[in-house]
């Protein structure tokens, strides 16, 4: 009969924490070096959407309701972002700077009615300008390293 079973191997337990404290670091590693990337590709499209809704305003067009959520979901996966970054550093200006922009975008995308209203370009016009210098203001703290 043969034997077909699973080999163990034992491995001491400073090997153990050594390997566990290698594999933490990895993870940790990857995350800071991709952190400024990611930051920026979340202003780039909260900024593009911005821009859009901008446009919208500018010509007179109203989004449906149940439309609404192509300008509200990248604000949930920028706030997504931010929650895990929050966690590995609290401490960073950027990471400041970049919920302060998520913020104004938030202002932008309160209210899906705001491009009915009859000052809707104006409104919108303001909360863009809103963003775009909260935005500036996280670029530049990304930029300094912080």
């Known amino acids: 009969m043969l034997r077909a079973g699973v080999r163990t191997v034992k491995v001491a337990p400073a090997m153990r924490v050594a390997?566990?404290?290698?594999?933490?670091?990895?993870?940790?590693?990857?995350?800071?070096?991709?952190?400024p990337g990611l930051m920026?590709?979340?202003?780039?499209?909260l900024g593009l959407y911005?821009?859009?809704?901008e446009a919208l305003?500018?010509?007179?067009?109203?989004?449906?309701?149940q439309d609404?959520?192509?300008?509200?979901?990248?604000?949930?996966?920028a706030r997504e972002f931010a929650r895990v970054a929050q966690a590995r550093y609290p401490d960073r200006a950027s990471l400041r700077a970049f919920?302060?922009?998520?913020?104004?975008?938030?202002a932008l995308v309160a209210d899906p009615d705001v491009l009915s209203s009859g000052q809707a370009g104006a409104v919108i016009a303001a909360?863009?300008?809103?963003?775009r210098t909260a935005?500036?203001?996280a670029r530049a703290a990304l930029e300094q390293g912080s």
Request: with cysteine.
């Open 19 to 35: 390997l566990v404290l290698v594999a933490a670091l990895a993870a940790t590693g990857c995350f800071g070096r991709r952190y």
């Open 40 to 45: 920026e590709k979340h202003l780039e499209v």
């Open 50 to 53: 911005a821009a859009k809704l």
């Open 57 to 65: 305003a500018q010509d007179e067009r109203t989004i449906p309701a």
């Open 68 to 77: 609404w959520g192509e300008f509200t979901y990248p604000l949930e996966r």
């Open 99 to 106: 919920s302060a922009a998520l913020d104004a975008y938030g």
């Open 127 to 131: 909360r863009v300008t809103a963003f």
């Open 135 to 137: 935005a500036a203001t």
